[in-house]
């Protein structure tokens, strides 16, 4: 239900605002698991693209999101689970891999999974290198990649800032990507490897961005 109340009345809400360009959403299969991998500029990323996405897309998001108090916890919860976010503890030891299990449970009941391969939000505009999470889970699932690229979405709401602004963004869905046959035999770490860089190719496709040599890394604890 808070689904369908998002897809209905905030989607479209959200859309007005922002007035995205939106291309390729025929690329993205309608039923079936499937990953979408984008670039990452902006905490607005997992908003923008779930609100242009042709169907439900779910992404990880900080436990922390759905544990407020009075009403604005309860309203915090109810938008972060109406735009298909799933809370894990980003803490924990065993973090890195829970949040791998619970992609494969998504995708294993035939859901969209939406993924940053560069890991967190690009401060300075570059594309980073991708982690192989997003291989891995492609590989093990036996699920296509739909590259998506996104442009503008950090005016929206800039690094640092809790506030969003009226701002243009560009959101580009990309062919789907099918890597299950091709890699078959192919040992892990080298299959893993060559999917993320192939991804990675295809969202610079779509950013233009500048690419930076190496993994984006979180910025210190303030």
Not at 91 to 101: F, G, I, N, V
Not at 181 to 206: K, N, S
């Amino acid at each position: 239900m808070l689904y369908l109340t998002s897809r209905k009345v905030l989607a479209p809400s959200l859309r007005a605002v922002w007035r995205p360009t939106v291309e390729g959403t025929r690329n993205v299969p309608r039923t079936g698991g499937v990953i979408l991998a984008s670039n990452h500029l902006s905490f607005v990323d997992s908003i923008v693209i779930p609100a242009c996405a042709p169907r439900q897309v779910f992404f990880l998001a900080k436990a922390d999101y759905f544990t407020g108090t009075g009403l604005k916890g309860a309203a915090m919860r109810a938008w972060m689970t109406s735009m298909g976010m799933i809370p894990v503890e980003r803490d924990d030891t065993r973090a890195a891999q829970r949040s791998l299990e619970i992609a494969l449970e998504v995708l294993s009941e035939g859901k969209a999974f939406g993924i940053y391969p560069e890991g967190t939000r690009s401060r300075d505009g570059r594309l980073y290198r991708g982690r192989t999470g997003v291989a891995y889970l492609a590989l093990e699932a036996g699920v296509p990649v739909v590259p998506v690229g996104l442009q503008g979405t950090q005016d929206i709401q800039p690094v640092g800032s809790n506030r969003f602004q009226r701002a243009h963004a560009t959101v580009r869905f990309g062919e789907p990507m099918h890597f299950t046959e091709a890699y078959a035999g192919v040992p892990a770490g080298r299959a893993r490897r060559e999917v993320t860089d192939q991804v990675m190719a295809a969202i610079h496709e779509l950013t233009g961005q500048p690419l930076a040599d190496g993994y984006n890394e979180h910025p210190p604890a303030q």
